[in-house]
Each structure stands twice: as structure tokens, then as C-alpha cells.
């Protein structure tokens, strides 16, 4: 669990009071479907963010329609699930079960299996799950992906996982990546969808998805969510099994990603020195990130809308 200043937990007990406040009515009519509670409460969570100085940062806007066009994407099969890594508040996890309701609505159990390191993150996505109707499809599991893992496979057997989205620390997204397609999780065509890939940005994560034989890439670029001025990217790649390691990652690239962490933490005020992170050091540093990707080959497709994309297998 990382440590966090008094603020930011005053702020979890805004958004979470915000909901409830909002949704008594809603939440006890037992005639509404799990796809408009869900909406209901997403839509709730979108309103704080926009009244909260952007700081509620979820994958809304064009990053839920790129994660939900690769979730209609996947030749799902009976036994395949998905797997988070990075629940934060539940709003992926939320938006998700809803489309795996639609799709399995015929078949019981857990669809959805997210994965939150922070207890409390983790307490308020299970409540705002279980506002909105879902807690039967999305289940959170409390610590870090690379421990949580083996027991996916107790309960899931090899090859279940038809789609993997990471959300949550870029710098480890590449190791917990391995760890997956070592304990042959992956099932065949399984889509990785990652955010946050240029801002603050996941080299190494990249790097093994373009230049690794067992995956083939996409990448989209568009604006952050509700910063209309920052670009980030998002990578979505299909699994090919198992063809073999990519080539090291240069030393530049290495440093690189322990930057990417630095600045992480700085955005999160674990920098305090250093002074909080604004939206032109933002833009600046998304810029920064993008030129080593661009010099490695690595471009972006600008992201148009699902309509356009209609299948983001790459």
C-alpha cells in the first residue's frame, strides 16, 4: 500500500459520499437492468471527475471505447475470462461487467477478475461493484498482480484469460506480462490492452509487445481523459503463443521506464520537493516519451471512435 496524504483519502470519502448521495433512489429498484446501473453509477463517477479539478483519473472518454471495442473484439470462448490489473475505484471493472453481462447472460460465475494492490481502493470498488448490480460478474482481489496470479490459475486452469488490461504501474506491466505468458494464462488470440503508455509512459511494456515474436501490436494514440491538451497512448496486441523472448531493451529505455516511475510518484505527491506535476509539465513529458518510441519505429494510429475501429485485433 502506498502512502498517501491526508488529501487524497478526504478525496476517496468525497467520491464515494458523491455516489451514494446520488444513487439511494436508484440503487434500491430491482427492475433496472445491471447495464443501466452500471451506466448510472459510470456516469456518476464521470460528473465528480469533471467537478474535482480532473483529479479522479479513470479510462473514460476514448479509452473506454478502446477498451470496450477490443472486449467485442475477442472470439470469446465459454471458458475465458478477463483479468485487471489496476482496480482503483472499480470504473473499468464496471464497464466491463457490463459488456460480459451482454455477452454470458446465460451463464453464472465470476467474468470479470481485477486485481488492487491499495485495501482501501480495493473496499470502495467492491461497494461501487455492488452499487451498481455487478458484483456477480466482477470480482476484486486484494495485492499485487505477480502474487495473485498462481492462484488465477488454481481457479481458471491454463489458457483462460481471453483479455488482460493493465491500468496500474507501467514500469511492471512488461514483468507481470511475462508472468502471465509464463504461467500460460494467455488463451489463444488473448488481447493485451494497456493505458497509461505515454503518460507517464511504459517503455518496456512496449518494447516487448512490438518487438517480441509472440504478439502483434496496435497502438492508439488520443487526448487523456477530460485533458483535452495531453496525448497518451494506449497498446492493444494479440497473443500468438509462444514464439520466443524479445531482444533487451536498450540501456535508454531503461532509464527511461525508471523515470516514468519517478514521475508517477511525482503526480502522485510522493515528490513533494519537487513540486506538484500541472498540465504543461504533463504535455512536455508525454512529448518526451513519444520521441523515444518514435526513434525506435513505434508509431500510433489516432483513435477515431469505435465506429471506425470496429475490430482492434491488430
Given at each position: 500500500?502506498?502512502?498517501?496524504?491526508?488529501?487524497?483519502?478526504?478525496?476517496?470519502?468525497?467520491?464515494?459520499?458523491?455516489?451514494?448521495?446520488?444513487?439511494?433512489?436508484?440503487?434500491?429498484?430491482?427492475?433496472?437492468?445491471?447495464?443501466?446501473?452500471?451506466?448510472?453509477?459510470?456516469?456518476?463517477?464521470?460528473?465528480?471527475?469533471?467537478?474535482?479539478?480532473?483529479?479522479?483519473?479513470?479510462?473514460?472518454?476514448?479509452?473506454?471505447?478502446?477498451?470496450?471495442?477490443?472486449?467485442?473484439?475477442?472470439?470469446?470462448?465459454?471458458?475465458?475470462?478477463?483479468?485487471?490489473?489496476?482496480?482503483?475505484?472499480?470504473?473499468?471493472?464496471?464497464?466491463?461487467?457490463?459488456?460480459?453481462?451482454?455477452?454470458?447472460?446465460?451463464?453464472?460465475?465470476?467474468?470479470?477478475?481485477?486485481?488492487?494492490?491499495?485495501?482501501?481502493?480495493?473496499?470502495?470498488?467492491?461497494?461501487?461493484?455492488?452499487?451498481?448490480?455487478?458484483?456477480?460478474?466482477?470480482?476484486?482481489?486484494?495485492?499485487?498482480?505477480?502474487?495473485?496470479?498462481?492462484?488465477?490459475?488454481?481457479?481458471?486452469?491454463?489458457?483462460?484469460?481471453?483479455?488482460?488490461?493493465?491500468?496500474?504501474?507501467?514500469?511492471?506491466?512488461?514483468?507481470?506480462?511475462?508472468?502471465?505468458?509464463?504461467?500460460?494464462?494467455?488463451g489463444p488470440q488473448c488481447l493485451e490492452v494497456a493505458d497509461n503508455?505515454?503518460?507517464?509512459?511504459?517503455?518496456?511494456?512496449?518494447?516487448?509487445?512490438?518487438?517480441?515474436?509472440?504478439?502483434?501490436?496496435?497502438?492508439?494514440?488520443?487526448?487523456?481523459?477530460?485533458?483535452?491538451?495531453?496525448?497518451?497512448?494506449?497498446?492493444?496486441?494479440?497473443?500468438?503463443?509462444?514464439?520466443?523472448?524479445?531482444?533487451?531493451?536498450?540501456?535508454?529505455?531503461?532509464?527511461?521506464?525508471?523515470?516514468?516511475?519517478?514521475?508517477?510518484?511525482?503526480?502522485?505527491?510522493?515528490?513533494?520537493?519537487?513540486?506538484?506535476?500541472?498540465?504543461?509539465?504533463?504535455?512536455?513529458?508525454?512529448?518526451?516519451?513519444?520521441?523515444?518510441?518514435?526513434?525506435?519505429?513505434?508509431?500510433?494510429?489516432?483513435?477515431?471512435?469505435?465506429?471506425?475501429?470496429?475490430?482492434l485485433s491488430p
Amino acid at each position: 500500500m502506498q502512502p498517501a496524504s491526508g488529501n487524497h483519502w478526504e478525496k476517496l470519502g468525497a467520491v464515494v459520499e458523491f455516489v451514494e448521495m446520488r444513487q439511494q433512489q436508484q440503487q434500491h429498484d430491482a427492475s433496472i437492468s445491471p447495464a443501466v446501473a452500471v451506466d448510472q453509477v459510470l456516469r456518476l463517477l464521470d460528473s465528480f471527475a469533471q467537478r474535482r479539478e480532473h483529479w479522479l483519473k479513470v479510462a473514460g472518454g476514448a479509452k473506454a471505447e478502446v477498451l470496450e471495442t477490443a472486449f467485442e473484439s475477442h472470439p470469446w470462448q465459454p471458458h475465458e475470462v478477463t483479468l485487471e490489473c489496476g482496480t482503483f475505484l472499480g470504473y473499468s471493472a464496471m464497464r466491463l461487467a457490463s459488456l460480459a453481462h451482454k455477452r454470458f447472460s446465460g451463464v453464472l460465475g465470476a467474468r470479470i477478475m481485477t486485481v488492487e494492490v491499495d485495501p482501501v481502493h480495493a473496499c470502495i470498488a467492491r461497494h461501487f461493484i455492488d452499487l451498481a448490480g455487478c458484483s456477480r460478474i466482477a470480482e476484486v482481489s486484494i495485492g499485487q498482480v505477480k502474487d495473485v496470479l498462481p492462484r488465477f490459475v488454481e481457479n481458471f486452469g491454463f489458457h483462460a484469460l481471453g483479455l488482460v488490461f493493465m491500468d496500474h504501474k507501467g514500469t511492471i506491466f512488461h514483468t507481470d506480462l511475462e508472468s502471465l505468458e509464463l504461467l500460460n494464462l494467455l488463451g489463444p488470440q488473448c488481447l493485451e490492452v494497456a493505458d497509461n503508455v505515454a503518460l507517464p509512459g511504459a517503455p518496456l511494456l512496449l518494447w516487448h509487445l512490438a518487438f517480441g515474436p509472440s504478439w502483434d501490436l496496435k497502438v492508439h494514440a488520443m487526448m487523456e481523459f477530460l485533458e483535452p491538451n495531453t496525448e497518451d497512448w494506449m497498446a492493444v496486441a494479440s497473443y500468438q503463443g509462444p514464439a520466443g523472448q524479445a531482444p533487451p531493451a536498450p540501456p535508454s529505455w531503461q532509464r527511461l521506464s525508471w523515470h516514468t516511475d519517478h514521475m508517477r510518484r511525482r503526480s502522485a505527491g510522493l515528490r513533494p520537493t519537487e513540486g506538484d506535476m500541472f498540465e504543461q509539465d504533463r504535455v512536455a513529458y508525454s512529448r518526451h516519451v513519444r520521441r523515444h518510441y518514435l526513434s525506435a519505429g513505434i508509431t500510433a494510429l489516432p483513435w477515431h471512435g469505435p465506429v471506425e475501429s470496429a475490430d482492434l485485433s491488430p
